[in-house]
C-alpha cells in the first residue's frame, strides 16, 4: 500500500514575514501604553512623513493628523483598550503638501499585549478612499442628472401639448424634441467611446436648445449669435451640462416656461477670455433663489472652474434673469 504525503509547506521564517509585509506596503507600529510612547518601522515613518528611528508619542502625532479627524482618532484609539476583538480605524494624515488616508489595526482589549505594549498595523489607503469619494460624486451627479431627465421630459411634453393640435401631432413633435437632446448628446459624447472632433460652438448650442423650443426653432424665440469658435470635447461635455442646467431652471421658473418668453445667447469676437451672454427676458418675475445655492448650481460653478478656466454670474435684474458664462479660449478648444 502506498502512502501520500503532502508536500513540504514554505517556512515562515523572519526574512519570508518581512518580504510578505513589503510586498503589502504595510507599516507596522506598537504602542507602550504606560509611557504612550509609539515607534514605528521606516515604512510607516514613510507614511507619516516622521524622522527615521524616532520614538514619538500621539500628541505628538496628532499634530499631523486632519484636524477634522483628530477627535475621532483621539476617541477610537482611546477605545481600543477595550475594545473586543479586531479593531480598524481610518483617517486623514498631513504628509507635507499632501493628505493621505491611512488604516490603522490591531487587536483591541489588550489582546496579545506583551510587557504594556500593543502592536498593530499601518495601511495607506489613499488609493481607495479617493476612489470612493469619486464613485460618490460620480454617484450623486448621475443621480442630478437623471432627475433633470425626467423634468426636462415632462417639461417637454407640457410646452409640446400647447402648440399641438391632436394627439398625432402632440406625438410627433415630441419626438422631435427628444431626438435633439439625443442629438446633443451625440454631438458631445459620441457612442461606443468614439473620439468625438472639435464642434463649433454655435452648432453645440443650437443643438442644445432645439429641443426647448415649441417652435422648432422658427419663431425666434431662442437666438444663438456666436463668432465661429471650435470646442473640443472636454470643453463640449462642461458647456452641455451648464446649458442643461440653464435651460431646465429656465423651463421651470424663467422665459422658456410661458409661450412669449424669449432666450437670447450672444458672446463677442473671441478674446483671451471668451464671455456668452445667456439673456431671458418676457417670463415670469425674477426673484433670487433664497439660501445657499442648490447641488445643480454648484456643480455647474466647479465645472466651469475647473474645466473651463472661468467663472458663471448671475444677474437677477427685474426684466429678467442673465447669465454671464466667462471661458477661457484655449480651455474651449480641449
Given at each position: 500500500?502506498?502512502?501520500?504525503?503532502?508536500?513540504?509547506?514554505?517556512?515562515?521564517?523572519?526574512?519570508?514575514?518581512?518580504?510578505?509585509?513589503?510586498?503589502?506596503?504595510?507599516?507596522?507600529?506598537?504602542?507602550?501604553?504606560?509611557?504612550?510612547?509609539?515607534a514605528?518601522?521606516?515604512?510607516?515613518?514613510?507614511?507619516?512623513?516622521?524622522?527615521?528611528?524616532s520614538?514619538t508619542?500621539?500628541?505628538?502625532?496628532?499634530?499631523?493628523?486632519?484636524?477634522?479627524?483628530?477627535?475621532?482618532?483621539?476617541?477610537?484609539?482611546?477605545?481600543?483598550?477595550?475594545?473586543?476583538?479586531?479593531?480598524?480605524?481610518?483617517?486623514?494624515?498631513?504628509?507635507?503638501?499632501?493628505?493621505?488616508w491611512?488604516?490603522?489595526?490591531?487587536?483591541?482589549?489588550?489582546?496579545?499585549?506583551?510587557?504594556?505594549?500593543?502592536?498593530?498595523?499601518?495601511?495607506?489607503?489613499?488609493?481607495?478612499?479617493?476612489?470612493?469619494?469619486?464613485?460618490?460624486?460620480?454617484?450623486g451627479?448621475?443621480?442630478?442628472?437623471?432627475?433633470?431627465?425626467l423634468?426636462?421630459?415632462?417639461?417637454?411634453?407640457?410646452?409640446?401639448?400647447r402648440?399641438?393640435?391632436?394627439?398625432?401631432?402632440?406625438?410627433?413633435?415630441?419626438?422631435?424634441?427628444?431626438t435633439?437632446?439625443?442629438?446633443?448628446?451625440?454631438?458631445?459624447?459620441?457612442?461606443?467611446?468614439?473620439?468625438?472632433?472639435?464642434?463649433?460652438?454655435?452648432?453645440?448650442?443650437?443643438?442644445?436648445?432645439?429641443?426647448?423650443?415649441?417652435?422648432?426653432?422658427?419663431s425666434?424665440?431662442?437666438?444663438?449669435?456666436?463668432?465661429?469658435?471650435?470646442?473640443?470635447?472636454?470643453?463640449?461635455?462642461?458647456?452641455?451640462?451648464?446649458?442643461?442646467?440653464?435651460?431646465?431652471?429656465?423651463?421651470?421658473?424663467?422665459?422658456?416656461?410661458?409661450?412669449?418668453?424669449?432666450?437670447?445667447?450672444?458672446?463677442?469676437?473671441?478674446?483671451?477670455?471668451?464671455?456668452?451672454?445667456?439673456?431671458?427676458?418676457?417670463?415670469?418675475?425674477?426673484?433670487?433663489?433664497?439660501?445657499?445655492?442648490?447641488?445643480?448650481s454648484?456643480?455647474?460653478?466647479r465645472?466651469?472652474?475647473?474645466?473651463?478656466?472661468?467663472?458663471?454670474?448671475?444677474?437677477?435684474?427685474?426684466?429678467?434673469?442673465?447669465?454671464?458664462?466667462?471661458?477661457?479660449r484655449?480651455?474651449?478648444?480641449?
Amino acid at each position: 500500500m502506498s502512502i501520500v504525503t503532502a508536500p513540504p509547506q514554505p517556512g515562515w521564517d523572519p526574512a519570508h514575514l518581512q518580504a510578505a509585509i513589503a510586498a503589502a506596503g504595510v507599516g507596522l507600529w506598537w504602542w507602550n501604553v504606560q509611557t504612550d510612547e509609539i515607534a514605528m518601522d521606516s515604512r510607516a515613518q514613510g507614511l507619516w512623513d516622521l524622522p527615521m528611528s524616532s520614538v514619538t508619542t500621539f500628541e505628538a502625532m496628532s499634530t499631523k493628523i486632519h484636524p477634522r479627524d483628530l477627535d475621532r482618532v483621539r476617541a477610537a484609539f482611546a477605545a481600543t483598550r477595550v475594545t473586543l476583538g479586531p479593531y480598524e480605524i481610518d483617517f486623514r494624515i498631513l504628509s507635507g503638501d499632501d493628505i493621505r488616508w491611512v488604516s490603522a489595526r490591531g487587536q483591541g482589549n489588550d489582546a496579545d499585549i506583551h510587557e504594556q505594549v500593543m502592536r498593530g498595523i499601518f495601511l495607506d489607503v489613499t488609493g481607495r478612499k479617493q476612489a470612493e469619494e469619486a464613485n460618490e460624486l460620480l454617484a450623486g451627479e448621475m443621480s442630478h442628472r437623471v432627475k433633470n431627465l425626467l423634468l426636462v421630459a415632462s417639461q417637454l411634453a407640457q410646452i409640446t401639448s400647447r402648440s399641438s393640435a391632436t394627439t398625432a401631432e402632440m406625438a410627433k413633435d415630441l419626438a422631435k424634441r427628444l431626438t435633439a437632446l439625443g442629438r446633443a448628446h451625440d454631438l458631445v459624447r459620441p457612442a461606443g467611446g468614439a473620439k468625438v472632433q472639435a464642434a463649433l460652438l454655435a452648432d453645440l448650442l443650437t443643438v442644445l436648445l432645439q429641443a426647448y423650443d415649441e417652435t422648432d426653432g422658427h419663431s425666434g424665440r431662442i437666438r444663438i449669435a456666436v463668432p465661429r469658435m471650435d470646442i473640443g470635447e472636454a470643453a463640449a461635455t462642461t458647456l452641455a451640462l451648464v446649458v442643461h442646467e440653464l435651460a431646465t431652471n429656465s423651463l421651470k421658473y424663467g422665459a422658456l416656461s410661458v409661450p412669449a418668453g424669449t432666450l437670447d445667447l450672444r458672446c463677442a469676437a473671441p478674446e483671451e477670455e471668451v464671455v456668452l451672454a445667456w439673456t431671458e427676458r418676457g417670463g415670469p418675475p425674477v426673484v433670487q433663489p433664497p439660501g445657499p445655492v442648490g447641488y445643480g448650481s454648484e456643480l455647474i460653478r466647479r465645472s466651469v472652474a475647473r474645466q473651463l478656466g472661468g467663472g458663471i454670474d448671475y444677474d437677477w435684474s427685474a426684466e429678467g434673469l442673465i447669465v454671464r458664462l466667462r471661458m477661457r479660449r484655449n480651455r474651449l478648444a480641449a
